[in-house]
């Protein structure tokens, strides 16, 4: 689903009924560097809430700095430690931050605080569900609102089947609300 997820899809999807509707991945370092890469890669209007414009990050400032700048134009933001792309882990970002808990805890701390919106985290599970665990955990002490929980490793193939029960685990031991992500195929 990559780009998917721009203004146009945006607005097909609500008119299926989707209550909360996300951006696709954004670069906080660019979106924050460039008024001409805001303008490409977020665009929104009035129909267009609620919104969490979701950023790929390498450090608690950049994610900063861009929250602050969606401020008045979205209901949240969310961190994404999901992606498994080559290229997202050698820039360090995506699902390269599941092995650093301790800079997504600054991150969602930084976010919150300077934004005052909704910071939800999108993560894989880990081979070690314990891993998972721990960091769900670290979001929640920072205030993250929600994580949403794709259930696969990041090395796993989009071929292979979805483990809800790693997803059940996580759902259980957390005090925020879990969202199950992966997977989507009709029966």
Request: glycine fraction near 6%.
């Amino acid at each position: 689903m990559v780009r998917f997820s721009k203004l146009p899809f945006r607005h097909v999807v609500r008119s299926w009924g989707a209550d909360l509707v996300f951006t696709p991945m954004i670069m906080a370092n660019s979106f924050t560097a460039s008024a001409k890469a805001r303008d490409v890669e977020f665009t929104t209007n009035p129909y267009d809430r609620p919104l969490v414009v979701q950023f790929a990050a390498r450090s608690d400032k950049e994610f900063g700095d861009a929250a602050e700048l969606v401020v008045g134009a979205a209901d949240g933001v969310d961190l994404n430690c999901g992606c498994p792309q080559k290229w997202a882990m050698q820039e360090g970002v995506g699902a390269a931050l599941l092995k650093r808990p301790e800079l997504v805890r600054a991150m969602v701390r930084q976010a919150a605080e300077r934004s005052r919106l909704p910071v939800s985290v999108k993560i894989r599970i880990a081979a070690d569900i314990r891993e998972t665990v721990e960091l769900v955990r670290v979001a929640e002490q920072v205030g993250a609102a929600w994580v949403t929980v794709h259930g696969r490793t990041a090395d796993a193939r989009p071929s292979d089947p979805v483990d809800f029960d790693k997803v059940r685990i996580v759902k259980e031991a957390a005090r925020i609300p879990v969202v199950a992500n992966g997977g989507v195929h009709r029966p």
